[in-house]
């Protein structure tokens, strides 16, 4: 079980990185997709702003090439190695893998490209900045 005070924790839950306390995100759904970029400006418990400056998260589309990689490769393992399907029907899996998994990739690579520049305060959950 993770906790508080974790990477993991505010990479995989998609809360503030500093205090941990609330989501970053508007809609905690990935699969809304009118809501899938929409983000608070600011964390309402710590106060931390969440694009430190304009165009903060392009960088995220490194991470997110990453992720699409290890999807990619995990589809490709189960469709392949495990079920033994021919090669147009794993490019078939690994296509469709990508497509169903696009919002997830997303906010895992928000959520770890913000949690590479902010560390988990203790003292951010019981103080306002």
């Known amino acids: 079980m993770l906790k508080k005070g974790n990477k993991l924790y505010s990479i ?27 983000m608070h400006e600011r964390c309402g418990h710590c106060g931390i702003k969440y694009k430190m400056e ?14 699409g990689i290890a999807f990619a490769v995990a ?13 147009i029907n794993t490019f078939v899996a ?3 893998t990508l497509i169903v998994f696009m919002p997830v990739i997303v906010r895992l690579s928000r959520n770890i ?11 951010a959950n019981t103080t306002k900045n």
């Open 12 to 38: 995989l839950t998609g809360t503030c990185p500093k205090c941990q306390e609330e989501s970053m995100y508007v809609a905690q759904n990935p699969y809304k997709f009118g809501h899938l970029f929409k």
């Open 54 to 67: 304009p165009s903060f998260f392009y960088g995220a589309m490194y991470v997110s090439y990453a992720l």
């Open 113 to 123: 490209w913000i949690n590479l520049f902010y560390s988990y305060d203790s003292e």
């Open 94 to 96: 690994i296509v469709i």
């Open 75 to 87: 589809a490709f393992v189960i469709a392949r190695l495990i079920f033994g399907i021919n090669l």
